[in-house]
C-alpha cells in the first residue's frame, strides 16, 4: 500500500530538469539552450531543443520571471532543530525547488530567537527570494519579522497567529478521522484513544477527529476511554494498564496520537496475553516506519504524507516568487497505512 | 553522563558571533565595525570594538582572507539522502558554520548520480568555497570530481578512494573497544557480538574492537558468539535465540553492533525470563536516543559523536578555505553512556 501520493494537488508538468535529463545536460545548459544565451555547441543547443519539444517543455511566464533578476535561492529556517518530521519535509522541499534550478540555504535557529535573527538577516544579506519556515512540532509560533513583507515566507509543519501568513500543516483531523473510520469498518465497537499531552494542537485535532468518526457511526463516547500522556511507548504501556486492569468490559481497539504510544500498547497486550489484532486492534499515527515496522505485529499507521507537504511548499514558493499571494492555514491530507496490528490478512 | 565533548581537537576561541552577540547587533553589522567599512553609527563601531577586546578576539588572518573576495557559502551534499545519522552532522557543521558568517546549501542526491552531478554544477555555478559530502553511511563512495581541485572538499560519515580526499568518520574500533571493556570491567566473561551484515566496513571495525578488546583481557574468542545479521530488532531477538535455545552455557554479555538489534535482544531476553542486566548485561551501538531509551532497561550505548563531527568538519573546512591542506581519513573518538542495561546501579 502506497504512503505517497505523487502529488496532492499541483498537478506535474515537464520542468527544466526533465528537459536537461532527457538531453543529458546540465540545468544551467539546457537553460542556456532554452533561453538562447551562453555559449553553446549548436549540436547541444539542438539536442535540448529537441528533448523540450518531446516532453512537451514550454518556458512559462512563471519561469521567466523566476530567472530574471531573482537570486534562485531560498532559505529554510528551522526554528527548534532539524528532526525526523521536519527531514522529510526539507527532502522534498529542496528536490521540488532543485527541478527549478532554485537552491537552498539552510539554517537551524535551535529555539534561540537571537540566533534565528542572525539566520535571518544573514539569509537578507544573501537576497534569498524566498523563506520556508519549519520546525518539530506543527504548533504555533511567532510570526518571522521581514523588513518589507515583500519578500515570499511560508510556514510548513509551522504555523504563526500572522492572519497573513501561508502555513501548509498536515490535517490531523482528517487523518484521525481515517484511523477510527478504518477501525469501525473492521467490526470495533470499543475503541479507545491514547494519546500525547492535551497541550498540542495535534493531540486536539486528533481526538475530535475520533469523536466525529464515532459520532458517525452512531458509537457512543464511553467514559476513560480517552487518555492524556507522554508521546512514549511508556504511556502506552501505562494506559494498557489502565484499561485492563480488572476491568470486565475492555476495548477492542486502540487509536493512538502516535506510533510510540501505539508501539507500548502493542507491547502490553501482548504481555496481557491478548492477541493484536484479533482481541484488540491498534492504529497507530504518523508512519514512522521505525516505529511501525519494528512493533509486533507491524503497525497500522497514520501517515502526515510529510514528503508531499514539502513539495507543495516547494510549489507555493515558486508561485510566490513570481508574484501569486496566498495566506491562510492550509491542512494537507494524511493517508493510513495498513498493517497487520488491524488486519491479520496482511503480510 | 554527557554524550558530546564540547569539542573533539579545535580549542574554542571568541568567534565574530561571539562578539556580535555581546554588541548586540548582527554578525554583518560586527564584521563592517572591525573591518572598518559599510556605514555604522560611530556608537555602534565602538560597542563593537569594546565587545572584540573585551572577549580578546583577533581577526585573524584566516578569518580576514576569509572575507575577501569569497561567496561565503558553502555546499552540503548528501549522497543518498539525509537521515538520522547525517542530520546531527549537518545541523551542528552549520552552527559552526553560521559563526563564521559562512551559509550552507543543502543538496541531496538520493543516490542518483546524474542528480548528483546536476546539484555539483548547481553549486559550483553558486560560486561556492567549500563543499561538504555526507551520507547515511560512513562507507567507500566514488570521490567527488571537481573541477581543477582548487576547491576544498570534505567527506564527513563518508570516505572515497581519493588518496587526497579528506574524510572524517567515527572511530568504530575504538568505539567497540569502549563498550566491551566496559563488560569486561563489571566482570563479564562470556560476551557475545551481535552485529549487522558483514559488508559494512563498520561491522568489521566494530568486531575488531570486540575481538582486539576481549585478547587485550585475556578472555577467549567463544564459537558462535559472533552473529552477523540485519541491523534490525528482529535480528536481535533471533540472535539471542540461537545464542541461548537448548544450550547449557550461555552469554553473560551481548555487545550489539547497533542499537536496534540490541533492543530486540533485550526484549527477547526479557522474554525468556532472563534478567538485564543482573542475567545478561547488553551493550548496544549508535546512542540512538529512541531506541536506547525506550529499551526495558535503557540500553547503554557508544555514541558516534555526530555533532563532534559535524563540528569538527566545519573548522576544517574554514581552515581549508583559507588555503590550509588536509587528506587522509581520521576517526574521531566515540564515547560510552552507560545506562541500566549493563549497570544495575544507574536509574
Redesign the interface.
Known amino acids: 500500500m502506497t504512503t505517497e501520493p505523487t502529488d496532492l494537488r499541483y498537478p506535474e508538468r515537464a520542468t527544466i ?1 526533465d528537459v ?2 532527457r538531453a543529458g545536460v ?3 545548459t539546457a537553460s542556456k539552450a532554452l533561453n538562447d544565451n551562453g555559449r553553446l555547441k549548436r549540436e547541444t543547443r539542438d539536442k535540448v531543443i529537441a528533448a523540450a519539444q518531446e516532453l512537451g517543455f514550454r518556458p512559462n511566464a512563471m519561469a521567466q520571471s523566476l530567472h530574471r533578476s531573482k537570486s534562485m ?1 531560498v532559505g ?1 529556517l528551522s526554528t527548534d ?4 518530521f521536519s ?1 522529510p519535509i ?2 522534498a522541499l ?2 521540488r525547488l ?1 527541478e527549478h ?1 532554485i ?6 535557529a ?1 529555539d534561540d530567537p ?1 540566533r534565528e ?3 535571518l ?3 537578507l ?2 537576497r534569498i527570494d524566498g523563506l520556508v519556515v519549519t520546525a518539530r512540532r506543527s504548533d504555533m509560533r511567532p510570526a518571522i519579522a521581514v523588513p518589507g513583507k515583500s519578500m515570499p515566507v511560508i510556514y510548513v509543519f509551522s504555523q504563526t497567529d500572522d492572519p497573513d501568513a501561508l502555513c501548509l500543516v498536515p490535517d490531523d483531523f482528517g487523518g484521525a478521522v481515517l484511523g477510527v473510520e478504518h477501525l469501525i469498518a473492521s467490526g470495533r465497537k470499543r475503541i479507545a484513544h491514547l494519546t500525547g499531552p492535551d497541550t498540542f494542537e495535534a493531540v486536539t485535532l486528533r481526538n475530535r477527529g475520533y469523536r466525529a468518526a464515532l459520532g458517525k457511526a452512531g458509537l457512543p463516547e464511553i467514559a476513560g476511554y480517552v487518555r492524556y500522556g507522554k508521546w ?3 504511556s502506552g504501556r501505562d494506559a494498557v494498564d489502565a484499561l485492563f486492569d480488572g476491568k470486565s468490559e475492555v476495548p477492542d481497539a486502540l487509536f493512538c496520537g502516535n506510533d ?1 504510544i501505539a508501539r507500548g500498547a502493542t507491547d502490553a497486550l501482548r504481555e496481557r496475553g491478548l492477541r493484536v489484532p484479533q482481541d484488540v486492534a491498534v492504529v497507530g499515527f504518523d508512519n514512522w516506519d ?2 511501525a515496522l ?1 512493533a509486533r505485529p507491524p503497525l497500522t499507521s497514520v501517515d502526515l504524507n510529510l514528503r508531499a507537504l514539502g513539495r507543495a511548499a516547494g510549489e507555493r514558493l515558486i508561485a510566490m516568487i513570481a508574484g501569486e499571494r496566498f495566506k491562510g492555514v492550509e491542512r494537507l491530507p494524511c493517508s493510513l497505512v495498513v498493517r497487520q496490528s488491524s488486519d491479520p490478512t496482511q503480510t
Chains 1, 2 share one sequence.
Open positions: 530538469r536537461a535529463e546540465s540545468i544551467g535561492t529554510i532543530s532539524f528532526g525526523r527531514f526539507v527532502e529542496e528536490e532543485a534550478g537552491a537552498v540555504f539552510m539554517c537551524n535551535t537571537a535573527k542572525q539566520h538577516d544573514q539569509l544579506g544573501k512514549s511507548e511508556a510510540q521505525v516505529m519494528a
